[in-house]
T-cell receptor, first 112, second 116 residues
Framework: NAGVMQNPRHLVRRRGQEARLRCSPM?????VYWYRQLPEEGLKFMVY????????ESGMPKERFSAEFPKEGPSILRIQQVVRGDSAAYFC??????????FGQGTRLTVV | AQSVTQPDIHITVSEGASLELRCNYS??????LFWYVQSPGQGLQLLLK??????LVQGIKGFEAEFKRSQSSFNLRKPSVHWSDAAEYFC??????????????FGKGTKLSVIP
């Protein structure tokens, strides 16, 4: 009974590179939420997806960030041309319909 | 827009002492309310949640929380703290959504230190 799996756990990227963060939901979960946690801050909502659809991306930066949740495979959060300010912990949470969300362990992104 | 305030950034208690972590929320209606715990370098674990009904909710690890509508508060309590409770605690709210969305708004967290 695997929980929400995120990989990689730690990711180091140079400025200007791309970062791809993966989130495999718990079995049967079709709702995925991505959150970002900056140092000394709580988690901030980024995007909410259901299978093949972006439902709410009001928390996503307008440029360089994108997310997808394909019919098959994990959800991907993609950050193009990373900058130092993107360094943070990125968490995904997944849920069934009308249930609370379960969090993954997070991916800690460091931009050098 | 909803917001969550955790007034205490850092709290230190002695092992065996009681604990109360404060949480106030701002929302037009009664939201869903949650407390999560995060150990260093780890993800978030749900301690307890309130959706409706009894305003005193019991959670895991001996924690409980009380919803007070008149004060817009959802404070977390534990009668006797253990050293393993040292972690960061986050209060969160989610609006009721018939579409099944549980988009959470988090407070900034309270870091708990426990003195042996």
């Amino acid at each position: 009974n695997a929980g929400v799996m995120q990989n990689p756990r730690h990711l180091v990227r140079r400025r200007g590179q791309e970062a791809r963060l993966r989130c495999s939901p718990m079995k049967g979960h079709s709702h995925v939420y991505w959150y970002r946690q900056l140092p000394e801050e709580g988690l901030k909502f980024m995007v909410y997806l259901q299978k093949e659809n972006i439902i709410d991306e009001s928390g996503m930066p307008k440029e360089r960030f994108s997310a997808e949740f394909p019919k098959e495979g994990p959800s991907i959060l993609r950050i193009q041309q990373v900058v130092r300010g993107d360094s943070a912990a990125y968490f995904c949470a997944t849920s069934l319909m009308n249930t609370e969300a379960f969090f993954g362990q997070g991916t800690r992104l460091t931009v050098v | 827009a909803q917001s969550v305030t955790q007034p205490d950034i850092h709290i230190t208690v002695s092992e065996g002492a009681s604990l109360e972590l404060r949480c106030n929320y701002s929302y037009g209606a009664t939201p869903y309310l949650f407390w999560y715990v995060q150990s260093p370098g780890q993800g978030l674990q749900l301690l307890l949640k309130y959706f409706s009904g009894d305003t005193l909710v019991q959670g895991i690890k001996g924690f409980e929380a009380e919803f007070k509508r008149s004060q817009s508060s959802f404070n977390l309590r534990k009668p006797s703290v253990h050293w393993s409770d040292a972690a960061e605690y986050f209060c969160a709210v989610a609006p009721y959504s018939g579409a099944g969305s549980y988009q959470l708004t988090f407070g900034k967290g309270t870091k708990l230190s426990v003195i042996p």
